[in-house]
């Protein structure tokens, strides 16, 4: 996120990596092991909202600021915890339109770290380390699926691939040293240090107001997605160790609020990478939040940690055994039986239209409506239920993404009104 909000803003590469590790030691302590860790175990940790980052360079050219921008997201974010607005998006949700989601997102995040360790290996003409290594991932993972002890597949894989990766010549060094970053928030909102774009104005609040509506409009989609898949593989008696969607929100909004005043440029979301292999491994939240903690802290001033973790095969074999191919799993379980295949393959088809968002508000409206999926969930809901707040929460993303040029072939009506 700060890597990608430093390239238009013309910030070195020194300057992601310590704000960077600003932002693990704020997420570390304040939120993984206070919170999710003692104060609200069944919150999430709050983790990175991965599918905003291709809108960063978008919002930097509308005259965005990275502070509006989080402040904005933390304030509506809170809004609609309070309204429980998350667990009532996820209650209208079926199990095809929730089935359909991960499945999406499983098949796009698996293909695009395929090809980015590909790209990786390109880069100094041994494209063939990129072969070996996810074949020996595909086979380390059907082994450890005849065992049933899949939640290894994270260490292993990655071990396994950064050890094929290095002695296959594949280039490494160390580069980030132990210290701790500047943890002043005036050094970072200074005009001429950190950001160095000052405190934000009105205008920057206004610029950023849209794509602020459509992230948090994002969490609900992510968070159900996460939550479904702890309830598919915690045994059934387990729900009082289910995330709590709004719980979740309230926890995601505070990292954000308090990451961005303090500085970081880290925009908050659920922590899918932590709690799909938590759920794996069918663990609670609280006591993996502390560990996880106390890792992010020790990462951070330690600094070498990091060089290993962002190294492209370690990274996208991490995700892919971690997060990906569970995400297919999951997907491809809850739309095996019945019409929920309908609902799940309108949701694909939709998302791959435009994007996850958007198939899940619109499948979301058509299946409550009764035209796919299951007549019967459909014919119980009332009329409130059934199309007023569906077609609503459609309506109003679909004038966001329009305003900020999300949709294909359709010019940003906030650019016309500019010109």
């Known amino acids: 996120i700060v890597g990608a909000f430093a390239a238009p803003l013309g910030l070195s590469n020194g300057f992601v990596i310590e704000n960077a ?15 999710s860790g003692f104060l609200n175990p069944r919150a999430n940790l709050a983790g990175t909202h991965g599918p905003l980052i291709p809108m960063i360079p978008l919002i930097v050219a509308s005259g965005g600021h990275p502070m509006a921008l989080g402040l904005l997201i933390g304030a509506l974010g809170l809004i609609l915890a309070v309204f429980r607005g998350g667990s009532l998006l996820a209650r209208l949700t079926s199990d095809g339109v929730a089935g359909g989601l991960p499945l999406f997102l499983g098949c796009i995040g698996l293909t695009s770290q395929i090809k980015a360790l590909y790209a990786w290996a390109e880069s100094f003409d041994k494209t063939h380390i990129a072969f070996v290594i996810i074949l020996c991932t595909i086979l380390m993972y059907a082994y450890l699926e005849h065992l049933g002890k899949k939640w290894l597949a994270i260490p292993i894989g990655s071990i396994m691939a950064g050890i094929i990766a290095y002695a296959f010549g594949a280039p490494f060094s160390f580069q980030t040293e132990p210290g701790l970053p ?3 928030p005036a050094y970072w909102w200074g005009e001429d240090t950190g950001w160095q774009l000052g405190l934000p ?23 159900l997605g996460h939550r479904i898949f702890q309830k598919l593989n915690y045994p059934q008696t387990a729900n009082k160790v289910l995330m709590d969607i709004d719980d979740t929100m309230i ?7 308090v990451g961005t005043l303090l500085g970081g440029g880290n925009l908050a979301s659920s922590w899918g990478t932590y709690l799909v292999p938590a759920a794996i491994a069918r663990r609670p939240i609280p006591a993996g939040a502390v560990l996880t903690g106390i890792l992010c802290v020790a990462a951070a001033i330690i600094g070498y940690p990091i060089d290993i973790a962002v190294w492209p095969p370690v990274l996208s074999i991490a995700l892919i055994v971690g997060v990906y191919v569970p995400l297919l799993e999951a997907g491809m379980q809850m739309t095996r039986e019945g019409k929920t295949t309908q609902s799940a393959a309108i949701v694909v088809f939709s998302s791959t239209l435009v994007n996850p968002v958007f198939g899940w508000s619109l499948t979301m409206l058509l299946d409550n409506m009764g035209l ?12 409130t239920d059934r199309w007023i707040i569906p077609a609503i929460t459609f309506a109003v993303l679909v004038s966001i993404m329009a305003l900020i040029g ?3 072939g359709v010019p940003a009506i906030m650019e016309s009104f500019r010109e």
């Open 201 to 223: 104005g009105i205008n920057e609040f206004i610029a950023v107001l849209p794509f602020a509506v459509l992230a948090v409009a994002m969490w609900s989609p992510d968070f």
């Open 372 to 383: 796919i999926g299951d007549k019967k969930r459909c014919s119980e809901l009332s009329r």
């Open 251 to 257: 926890t995601a909004s505070s990292r954000q609020i």
């Open 182 to 184: 500047n943890m002043n």
């Open 21 to 35: 590790r600003f932002e693990m030691i704020i997420a570390g302590v304040l939120f993984a092991i206070l919170f």
């Open 406 to 408: 999300m949709l294909p």
